[in-house]
């Protein structure tokens, strides 16, 4: 089978290398620090002396792409497809596949959407982006961790997706928290409150009345937001009440505060009458 050096052993790398040796892979591991490597040598993987392992394919999951940097130094990368799953900025991902290239390798980017647990387990996928014969010809390899969702040769796209979809996670999960910590003041139990939030998520995602996802989706495209059944306005006053209410439990209020100053924003650039949608007028233009 194919082979694959997987560089940085942190929670994800370990568990990527993990899953290339359950999947029958030939496994060549390297890590700044190298004792983190011996539980997968254990396992069968081979320790390389230098990041350039072996394999023709490097899959590289470190804190950022200046430790790619730092791991690589002057080390040639002839012949090398280096797949990196780390975190960093799109253009910092579009500087590194020209600094790959100048060392002779390809470098194809990529945004894991799962935590270790959920590596090599079905639903699991990962954004890509970079060459796409380069992709085509290691997807059967990178399948061993997750679906391989190809989005374009732009190398900064698999972290724009990547992004965009953690600012969901980050910023819906943050709010499920001071829903929480709000209704906490109260007495009410989180595990009470879990399944009206269930309820939010899912119908948030779905195709019901509530299937703001999509309705959205489509009034961003037609680029119109219409506001006959519930307007920007009335909503920016429902969310001051409810950033009052925080700030009279005692709670913290900077993120549903921003959110409030975004709002008024919109309503006072004279869209109040608009739907929710509108606000990402304010959002193009800061
Ligand atoms: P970390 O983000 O903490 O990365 C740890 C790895 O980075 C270690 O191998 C560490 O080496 C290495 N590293 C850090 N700095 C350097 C450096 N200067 N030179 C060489 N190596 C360095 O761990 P995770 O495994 O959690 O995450 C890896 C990537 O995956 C991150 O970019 C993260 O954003 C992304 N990710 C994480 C998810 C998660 O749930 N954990 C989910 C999806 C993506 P050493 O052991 O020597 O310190």
């Not at 699991?124 to 990178?142: D, I, K, M, N």
């Not at 190398?155 to 709000?182: I, R």
């Not at 001051?240 to 209020?253: K, R, S």
């Amino acid at each position: 089978m194919t082979d694959v050096t997987v560089i940085g052993l942190g929670p994800m790398g370990a568990t990527m290398a993990e899953t290339f040796l359950k999947a029958g892979h030939d496994v060549t591991v390297w890590n700044r620090t190298a004792s983190k490597a011996e539980p997968l040598v254990a396992k069968g993987a081979a320790l390389a002396a230098t990041p350039v392992g072996p394999s023709e394919l490097l899959v590289v999951s470190q804190i950022g792409y200046q430790a790619m940097y730092d791991s690589f130094g002057e080390l040639r990368l002839d012949g090398k497809v280096v797949v990196n799953l780390s975190s960093g900025t799109p253009e910092e991902l579009r500087a590194a596949a020209r600094w790959v290239a100048g060392r002779g390798g390809v470098l194809v980017t990529g945004g894991i959407m799962v935590p270790p647990p959920g590596i090599g387990q079905p639903g699991a996928y990962t954004f890509y982006s970079g060459p796409q014969e380069v992709v085509e010809r290691h997807a059967e390899t990178l399948k061993a961790l997750s679906e391989v969702h190809y989005m374009g040769a732009d190398e900064g796209l698999a972290m724009l997706y990547y992004q965009a979809q953690l600012l969901v996670f980050w910023s819906s999960l943050t709010s499920y928290m001071h829903a929480v910590a709000l209704l906490g003041t109260a007495g009410v139990k989180p595990t009470t409150f879990m399944p009206y939030a269930q309820e939010t998520f899912a119908g948030l995602g779905g195709d019901g009345p509530m299937g703001f996802a999509k309705i959205l989706a489509e009034e961003f495209e037609a680029g119109v937001y219409p506001g006959d059944l519930n307007t920007l306005h009335m909503q920016a006053v429902g969310l001051g009440h409810a950033v009052h209410a925080l700030a009279d439990a005692g709670l913290e209020t900077t993120v549903p505060g921003a959110l409030k100053a975004l709002f008024e924003r919109a309503d006072a650039e004279g869209r109040g009458q608009e739907g929710l949608g509108t606000v990402i007028e304010s959002i193009r233009k800061p």
